[in-house]
């Protein structure tokens, strides 16, 4: 059974930081892009953060600068390392493991983890 469990979710003030981990069970996790995707209310889900099989980063315009992905295959866990937080951050977080299959992709996702930013 696939599992992504996301933690580390709080209410903090802006400027403040957290900590976001995903850990995964189920998978072969060294075949998986991961992703960390975040919802607000009233709000498309969009795409923070992607970290690749071979350890390539990528972020969106808003989080630039402030979040970096990491992955540690070893321990099948990704994490969110999030700084400068702003009010516009707050969003429910979800960890999300995506395999490239030979025409298609399977996609696995986590129940997410709520992030609010209060000013």
């Known amino acids: 059974q696939v599992q992504l469990v996301e933690s580390g979710g709080d209410s903090v003030q802006p400027g403040g930081s957290l900590r976001l981990s995903c850990a995964a069970s189920g998978i072969t996790f060294n075949l998986y892009t991961m992703r960390w995707y975040r919802q607000a209310p009233g709000k498309q889900r969009e795409s923070v953060a992607t970290?690749?099989?071979?350890?390539?980063?990528n972020y969106a315009d808003s989080v630039k600068g402030r979040f970096t992905i990491s992955r540690d295959n070893a321990k099948s866990t990704m994490a969110l390392q999030m700084n400068s937080l702003k009010p516009e951050d707050t969003a429910v977080y979800y960890c999300n493991a995506r395999q490239l299959l030979a025409t298609t992709w399977r996609d696995y996702w986590g129940q997410g983890t709520q992030v609010t930013v209060f000013s």
């Open positions: 970290i690749t099989t071979r350890g390539v980063t």
